[in-house]
């Protein structure tokens, strides 16, 4: 294969192990091309899809290795629910769970809802609440205190909203493993959870558990969120009410489709893969975001100084964290309230609100992580497998984000968490791509190692007695003694290499029809090969933000961008005087300003290019 103006020769890739040869960057980490890249097979398919529906080739290419063919690739560019979206009878008790709500409805019932304090959770509440009420229904919410209260269904609340007259019951992103709690309803209400957290147990005692994750589900839907799969419940109801004719009497049905905000939202914040199904509800959902026309999260995004139209990024790290903060540290049903408000002045005091709660949340957050990050590296170099920290000095309300972080710099899954003052320690974990926490964390309570425990396969949550920490510590180190071969520095894998020519808007914008990016359906990294510096400036606050001109054959240009460059290694080496050549590994996209649309690219990493 010759060389062409955008893509470099296949050829050189053979000829290293690594990326363009780099075994270590400037930030130490090892450049690996992307499984499949070299594949003949890959290629081919590629261009056939590049020819057929009019993708450049290095996106075809990138299709190719995202294991799309030739006839999925229209769904993949223009995912529809039309032609994603499954009989939702497929998942276990949907049918009676739905019949049961349709019931509510015909009855004119009161509903409790009861929610996690998550974005999934406040999500799939405020879906469950607003299509409820628009079919007559009262709805009665409740978000659990994370401090007072602590995860899942817990029998005070669950009675006060029978006391304010729920005779139906739905638990959302919450109650798989919670039969002993839920069992205080027994008479009282009928229950329905819709949840999609694993359990290795039997389902509760109750009229119905939706949730596609348990073993005896053969729905295939186990990837979707809590609020993913409170859409689908909400259209076996409405085909339910349908089939009963209860629209007939000149009743309208409700336009699902302007709750798929909220489910989009869920599906990145809770790091749902982005494929299939989950890339409908998500492609589909910031078109809705876009309209702005539900209040909260249009005001949201104003605080958060979103000024682009939505995006999976916009959702991901301006709104989900403003959302996540009231569960954190503060009032746990300020989300939820902020998506169901309709009046203006109110949901902007709660963005408000929330806004500064995040901010709060980041300083938290900070005064703990240099202390985690050393606890992690003496964990790691004595050989642990999983990293398990916990103090009484931290937070519980962020130590699910602290795991996160220790997560990212270690490449090993890790605990993090907060010893309160009755002896027990409560916490959070997260996963490293295929390493399951959640059937982990099952087992070890199972084990009788945890009071809690329950998750998915990237995320747990957990609490047990402070004195059984080093046994818990023990079981998982066995349990997941595979993660400790993992490489110390996670490898940086590349999708493609372009030339500064190539680097070009119309690339940029062909490279968008990939979106929306995230778990599963990562943005692509490419590297801009043999480039020199040729200017750079610090901008920003206290100059966090490197902009850079990067400089190829033929004295084309690229704009780029490095954020939190601080004192970085990378940062030095694109701030080097003596202007080395170099390969610079980051994502490519295009960025329109006063109606003129560029291509920036937004630097990861770099490299020393022989």
């Known amino acids: 294969m010759m060389p062409t103006a955008d893509v470099v020769a296949s050829e050189e890739r053979v000829e290293h192990s690594a990326a363009l ?212 419940t909400a259209v076996a109801m409405i085909r339910d009410l349908r089939r009963s004719g209860w629209f007939t009497d000149g009743r309208e049905a409700p336009d699902l489709m302007r709750q798929l905000d909220l489910v989009a939202l869920a599906t ?128 519980v309300g962020v130590v699910g984000i602290v795991a996160g972080r220790v997560k990212e710099k270690f490449n090993r899954p890790a605990l993090i968490g907060a010893e309160l003052a009755d002896g027990l320690v409560k916490g959070s974990g997260r996963s490293v791509p295929g390493i399951d926490l959640g059937s982990a964390v099952i087992a070890a309570r199972e084990a009788g190692l945890l009071k809690t425990g329950g998750g998915h396969a990237m995320a747990a949550g957990f609490s047990l007695a402070t004195e059984d920490i080093p046994a818990l510590h023990a079981f998982l180190n066995e349990r997941l003694a595979v993660a400790a071969q993992r490489p110390a520095t996670t490898v940086l894998e590349i999708d493609a290499a372009i030339t500064s020519a190539g680097a070009n808007t119309e690339i940029a914008k062909d490279l968008g029809r990939l979106a929306p990016f995230g778990n599963g359906n990562e943005e692509p990294l490419l590297v801009l090969t043999h480039v020199r510096v040729v200017r750079t400036d610090r901008i920003g606050k206290d100059g966090a933000t490197l902009r850079v001109l990067l400089e190829g054959e033929g004295r084309s240009a690229v704009k780029a961008l490095l954020f939190r460059a601080g004192d970085s290694a990378v940062a030095a080496a694109l701030e080097d005087r003596a202007r080395p050549l170099l390969h610079v590994a980051g994502w490519l996209r295009a960025e329109s300003w006063n109606g003129r649309e560029t291509a920036t690219f937004f630097v990861q990493d770099a490299a020393l290019a022989r």
């Not at 203006?344 to 929330?354: F, G, N, P, V």
């Open 21 to 232: 040869g780099v075994e270590a960057s400037c930030s130490g980490r090892p450049w690996r091309w992307r499984d499949g890249v070299e594949a003949p097979a890959v290629t081919r398919l590629g261009s056939a899809i590049a020819q057929r529906y009019g993708t450049s080739e290095i996106v075809g290419r990138i299709m190719a290795l995202r294991d799309v063919g030739l006839a999925t690739a229209p769904d993949f560019l223009e995912p529809t629910l039309r032609a994603l979206m499954p009989d939702p009878s497929c998942v276990i008790d949907m049918d009676v769970g739905a019949a049961r709500l349709a019931r509510a409805v015909r009855d004119g019932e009161t509903v409790g809802v009861f929610g996690d304090y998550d974005v999934d959770g406040a999500c799939a509440s405020a879906l469950m609440a607003d299509v409820l009420r628009e079919l007559g229904c009262v709805v009665h919410t409740h978000i659990p205190d994370r401090m007072t209260e602590g995860y899942g269904p817990n029998a005070p609340a669950l009675l006060s909203l029978v006391e304010r007259g729920a005779s139906l019951v739905v638990c959302v992103d919450c109650g798989t493993a919670a039969s002993d709690i839920l069992s205080c309803l027994d008479g009282r209400a009928d229950v329905v959870v819709i949840d999609h957290h694993k359990s290795e147990g039997a389902p509760p005692q109750i009229l119905a558990t939706i949730n596609p994750n348990r073993p005896e589900c053969a729905s295939g839907l186990g990837g979707l969120c809590a609020a993913g799969l409170s859409f689908v």
């Open 268 to 395: 990145v914040c809770d790091v749902m893969p982005l494929t299939g199904l989950n890339r409908a509800f998500v492609t589909q959902g910031l078109r809705i975001m876009g309209r702005q026309a539900r209040l909260g999260l249009s005001t949201l995004l104003g605080v958060a100084g979103v000024q682009s139209a939505p995006s999976a990024f916009s959702c991901g790290y301006a709104l989900g964290p403003r959302i996540n903060a009231g569960g954190r540290i503060a009032e746990a049903d300020l989300g939820l309230r902020l998506l169901l408000s309709e009046d203006k002045d109110d949901a902007q005091w709660i963005a408000e609100r929330l806004d500064a709660i995040n901010r709060k949340r980041q300083d938290v957050e900070a005064s703990i992580l240099d202390r985690a990050m050393e606890q992690a590296e003496a964990q790691c170099e004595a050989g642990r497998a999983v990293i398990l920290l916990a103090s009484k000095e931290w937070h």
